[in-house]
């Protein structure tokens, strides 16, 4: 006796139940892989901005163009120690990427004073870093002008810096560098007080309000 199964004898309209437990989870393998993390951020040197700085605005075509722009705008900014947050920005595009690596082991030391040991006095915060005086300038004026090369020419600039007291005047030498098809500041050297047009001579607070002698990038390689 020949015995057929019952699915066997189903014809093609014929409906088939089937039960839940029989279904395969389709929405399990059709499922999205999960978007990976972004990368983290690469490491920003302290006192260095990370986003982009914007292009400072067009200040002509020479040296002594550009160096008028630096300091009338570090007369402006009135910017003590070195300079950070906003001010930083507007003062990257204006330095050397010498200059820049010079001040970033500074940032750090300036920084690291200030995690490890609060209560100490941290260096970099204080005086002005681009000219002889720490309690900064009030008046500058391009003097004696030197073309070194193709892309690095000198001046000397008379400063002055006025309180109740009286005047004080001085003359230091600026460096500038072309980069990148821009002319930038890329050290100082300090010149200090001269009453009567003696090297060394000081005012009563000289050693103070005054730099003795050397240059920017001499003061900012000693963090390194």
Not at 110 to 137: H, L, N, W
Not at 166 to 181: C, P
Request: proline share 9%.
């Amino acid at each position: 006796m020949l015995v057929l199964s019952s699915t066997a004898c189903l014809s093609p309209t014929d409906e088939v139940s089937v039960a839940p437990q029989d279904i395969a989870p389709l929405q399990a393998t059709e499922r999205t892989p999960p978007t990976p993390p972004p990368p983290p951020a690469p490491a920003v040197e302290p006192g260095v901005r990370a986003e982009a700085v914007a292009e400072p605005p067009a200040v002509g075509d020479s040296a002594a163009d550009a160096l008028q722009a630096f300091y009338r705008m570090h007369v402006r900014l009135k910017a003590s120690g070195l300079p950070v947050g906003e001010d930083l920005a507007r003062y990257q595009p204006m330095l050397s990427r010498r200059l820049l690596a010079l001040m970033a082991p500074a940032a750090r030391e300036r920084d690291r004073v200030i995690a490890q040991a609060p209560g100490t006095k941290p260096p970099y915060i204080e005086g002005d870093f681009f000219t002889s005086r720490d309690d900064g300038v009030t008046t500058f004026k391009l003097g004696k002008h030197i073309v070194r090369t193709a892309d690095l020419e000198s001046f000397e600039i008379e400063f002055s810096y006025t309180e109740p007291s009286g005047t004080s005047r001085w003359t230091d030498r600026v460096q500038m560098l072309r980069e990148d098809g821009r002319w930038k500041l890329d050290d100082v050297e300090y010149g200090g007080y001269r009453q009567d047009g003696s090297d060394g001579e000081r005012d009563r607070d000289g050693e103070r309000n005054f730099a003795a002698h050397g240059r920017l990038s001499d003061t900012l390689r000693q963090s390194e």
